[in-house]
């Protein structure tokens, strides 16, 4: 695709003296000489790609519209298209551009080589499969005992519960609770709970140790 090297240049200069900042400055932002600036802004060069990102995220715009696009000025075009495209919320990626833009040269390259052999591993489908599946069942567990104590205080009370819970833990230390039905009713409900959570917890076990193998496994793929 051909460029308007001039038109580009023009661009980078009138936004950097938007932001009243002279060519020595942004190159020193930039980690480039001001001469590199100046080749910018002249036509002389192009800014290659991972310039053209770090220029975008300083002058608060789309690499597009440095490029002479000016649909892409605001700097949200591009992202949303590619959040609807993908299902991605706008903080992934951005996460994602600057995981595969970070570094210069040879390991900018290797960076995004990496990057992409991750997404394309073919290990890379049950992996994500493992990862959901371990993040829903640590959402029911939590979900699960938010919801049954809130039951249990709604019904009995904070206090008593509690109590109930003391008891639980370490009965030798309070009065027998034999004589309090309430009591008795609420410690027989959290034993109960503790068998269900127990049952959940091994799921939990099993989900974890999954997505391990399915880490190593797609890690030994792109190695």
Request: glycine share 6%; net charge neutral; with cysteine.
């Amino acid at each position: 695709m051909q460029y308007d090297l001039e038109k580009i240049g023009k661009i980078i200069r009138d936004e950097r003296k938007k932001h009243k900042w002279t060519q020595k400055k942004l190159g020193a932002m930039l980690n480039v000489s001001g001469k590199q600036i100046s080749n910018y802004e002249n036509g002389v060069l192009l800014p290659p790609q991972d310039m053209l990102l770090k220029i975008a995220a300083l002058f608060n715009c789309e690499y597009g519209y440095i490029l002479g696009e000016e649909s892409y000025r605001d700097g949200s075009k591009l992202n949303t298209a590619i959040c609807e495209s993908v299902g991605l919320t706008s903080e992934a990626v951005n996460a994602l551009q600057t995981a595969t833009h970070k570094g210069q040269g040879q390991e900018l390259i290797e960076r995004q080589q990496a990057i992409s052999s991750f997404f394309t591993s073919p290990y890379f489908g049950r992996f994500i499969d493992c990862l959901v599946e371990a993040i829903n069942i640590n959402k029911k567990l939590e979900s699960y005992s938010e919801a049954f104590y809130k039951e249990l205080s709604d019904s009995y009370g904070d206090k008593l519960i509690g109590k109930a819970i003391l008891y639980s833990l370490i009965r030798e230390l309070i009065p027998a609770a034999e004589g309090d039905s309430n009591l008795q009713e609420i410690i027989s409900k959290i034993k109960s709970s503790e068998d269900k959570s127990k049952s959940q917890e091994y799921a939990q076990k099993v989900a974890r140790y999954e997505l391990r193998e399915a880490f190593e496994a797609l890690i030994r793929d792109i190695q």
